[in-house]
């Protein structure tokens, strides 16, 4: 069902991945985040981050959604409250982290986030990209969860002005979730989310899963 769910939609919730006493002990790690920030991407190579991978790819509902040489080569911890609030406009996620610059014509958008470089690379390795993402809190209508444009995924790349029309004339899923569950996406699924207007806090990991192998010489950041 979850793989068919991804496939077709271009997301998939799934339930009761973490306990509530595995949320707790997440929560309670020391999470260090800029004022200024919505959260931190530099968590991969912490001994709990690869821990916690292992225990994804072991879930049996995770793995199915996961191509056999895929290799966690992201993990960001985003944190939204009232006190530290964004909107996110429809967009897909276009860049990876990479240890070098390398010049071809087909890598494009090169910046660096944290110390560390990002590439946008040919749609053909984006569409083989799948992200999880961990949900510490409950998430609510309030809580600004992630809407998405269902199958947006199967078009490739699609400009600003594209994604703005898709916007006007497509409808939007929102995702609420538990504490514990997961959402799994396509990176390319045009998707957004609102500023938080409850109380509480959202508080999620955002593991990206991709091929040990890049294209044009390139290499991920942890490798």
Known sequence: MYVYQLDTDGFATIPQVLTQDECERL??????????????????????????????????????????????????????????????PIHQDLSIPVAARIDHPALRGWSEKEGSLYVQPPAELLEQLVAIRLHLDPCTEGDGPLQFIG????????????????????????????????????PLNLHTSSKAS??????????????????????????
Not at 40 to 66: E, F, K, N
């Open 198 to 223: 409850g109380t509480s806090l959202r508080r999620v990991l955002h593991f990206v899963f991709g091929p040990a192998m890049l294209p044009h010489g390139l290499r991920w950041q942890y490798m």
């Open 27 to 88: 929560l309670s790690l020391p999470f260090e985040l800029d004022p200024a920030s919505a959260g931190s991407r530099c968590l991969l190579q912490q001994p709990w981050c690869r821990d916690l991978v292992a225990q994804l790819r072991a879930h049996p509902q995770i793995a199915a959604l996961l191509p056999e040489d895929a290799m966690a080569v992201q993990c960001t911890y985003f944190e939204k409250s009232l006190s530290r609030n964004w909107r996110v």
């Open 151 to 186: 199958s947006s995924h199967t078009q490739g790349r699609i400009d600003a002005a594209e994604a703005a029309e898709w916007h006007r004339a497509r409808p939007l899923v929102a995702c609420t979730m538990n504490a514990g569950d997961a959402l799994a996406m396509r």
